[in-house]
């Protein structure tokens, strides 16, 4: 039988109740999707699942409802294992959820058991992300190296060649070699240095290298490909825009996958990449003007 509540505290463990059951099937759909290719975090996972039932049955012996769970949520955090991996989309969850405690210390004058789900809640969640081991987070370093380096020597030259030779289709070939070839260039070296250390995933951890140098090229080179050749000041708004929305969504992505501060390395990484691009182009514009180069 339900037990007697206030009204505050029923309307409390009900929300409490649709998280429970909701977190459930995330960690469930999320496990089947790597039962196969990753048993050990399907195991994990599993775990972590029958652990939010138990909690849901629990709120349930309160409540006497069964709550459906939020299936938009079940959607979206799914998606975003897909996307980013499941350490980013589970983390970020977790972060969602910082009032917890202090929900749990508002019911549990009612609901005794409150503390002990608080702290099985504490303890499961410490132990899924540090148990969690996800290939790409074990190669942030080597996709942080392939990133920066291609927003900062190409966020200068790009900079430094539009203005230089106003033309986006030129700016648009001599990036693309440029890039291309800074990505082979940037990519052997990460190989080479790992293998030096001694390293069995020297070819992997290029390989991380070169993908994260090849996107960012191709995401700022795109504006001048697609843009007329004439609008080469705005090919540069949307390229420096770009940049600084690469910026954003990677130290997004680590700050939550790895618990960093965001602001931090956001201000820092932005700021030596639009400070090279502001050189780079006064750059451009005196080569241009004291050779008397026109293009």
Known sequence: MPRELSAKVHATLLKMQRGEITEYHIYKKIASRIEKKDPHNHDVLERTANEERAHYEIWKGYTGEEPRPNRLKIFWYSFLSVVFGITFALKLMENGEDNANTVYTEIIAEVPEAQRISEDEQRHENELLSLLDEERLRYVGSMVLGLNDALVELTGTLAGLTFALQSNRLVALSGLITGISATLSMASSEFLSARSEGRKDAFKSCTYTGIAY???????????????????????????????????????????????????????????SLGVAALSFVVGLLVKHFLGIDV
Do not use: C, D
Request: glycine fraction near 6%; avoid cysteine.
């Open 214 to 272: 090849l996107i960012t090229v191709t995401l700022l080179v795109l504006p001048y490909l697609l843009l007329p050749a004439h609008a080469y000041a705005l090919a540069l708004g949307i390229m420096v825009a770009t940049v600084v929305l690469i910026i954003f969504v990677f130290n997004f992505y680590i700050s939550v996958a790895q618990g960093l501060n965001f602001k931090r390395r956001f201000l820092e990484m932005a700021g030596i």
